[in-house]
Structures are given as structure tokens and as C-alpha cells.
């Protein structure tokens, strides 16, 4: 099992960047599949990047790609989300999220493991 702690949301204006951690405590850290996904008001929980087992093994939902950047940390068990160029419509909850194995999953229902989440609010 793994536990899952984020941090790092908050208040930014539009064009802003905020960078997420999200730090696991537990069994083997490199064995999971890190995912950071988001929850906005009224919607269900989207998938927003993934990062396997090295940080050249990467994935982006669409609207994200080429401003967000998911890294891992194996020797610190730490995930990032740094996040550039921040939309009033990337408002949401962040979780972070684990799965075991190395696939890809960009399911909610795949992952076994949540964090409480981390509120970002980008302001116009």
C-alpha cells in the first residue's frame, strides 16, 4: 500500500504557474504509476498527466500539453505537477493518485490510492 499527501494549490492569476507535490509514503514508490487527476465543480474527476516508471515515460490529457510538466522523484518517493501558463479553466481539485504496475491508466477506476487533494484557483 502506499499513502498519498499533496500539496502545493492555491490562488493564481491567469497566465500564473504553481507547481504540485505530492509526496508517498509506503511500499515501493517506483513500483506505481503516479497520475495526477483534477476535479472541477459540477464535473467528474479527468485525467490530467501521468508519469510511469521514469520521467521519459510521460502522458498529458490534450489541453494541458505543453504547459504542464509531471516529474517523479524515486529517491524521494515525489511526484510534481508543474503547471505554466494557468487558465481560469484548469480550476479544480489536484489529486494525486497511484496504480500498481507500469502501465497506462488514465482511468480513475484504475487507481487504488488517493491523496485528499489540493484546491487551485485561477483567477482571471
Known amino acids: 500500500q502506499v499513502q498519498l499527501v499533496e500539496s502545493g494549490g492555491g490562488l493564481v492569476q491567469a497566465g500564473g504557474s504553481l507547481r504540485l507535490s505530492c509526496a508517498a509514503s509506503?511500499?515501493?514508490?517506483?513500483?506505481?504509476?503516479m497520475t495526477w487527476f483534477r476535479q472541477a465543480p459540477g464535473k467528474e474527476r479527468e485525467f490530467v498527466a501521468t508519469?510511469?516508471?521514469?520521467?521519459?515515460?510521460?502522458d498529458y490529457t490534450d489541453s494541458v500539453k505543453g504547459r504542464f510538466t509531471i516529474s517523479r522523484d524515486n529517491a524521494k518517493s515525489m511526484v510534481y505537477l508543474q503547471m505554466n501558463s494557468l487558465k481560469p479553466e484548469d480550476t479544480a481539485v489536484y489529486y494525486c493518485?497511484?496504480?500498481?504496475?507500469?502501465?497506462?491508466?488514465?482511468?480513475?477506476?484504475?487507481?487504488?490510492?488517493w491523496g485528499q487533494g489540493t484546491q487551485v484557483t485561477v483567477s482571471t
Open positions: 509506503g511500499d515501493s514508490f517506483s513500483r506505481y504509476t
Open positions: 493518485a497511484a496504480a500498481t504496475g507500469l502501465s497506462l491508466r488514465v482511468l480513475s477506476a484504475e487507481y487504488a490510492y
Open positions: 508519469v510511469r516508471w521514469s520521467n521519459s515515460n510521460t
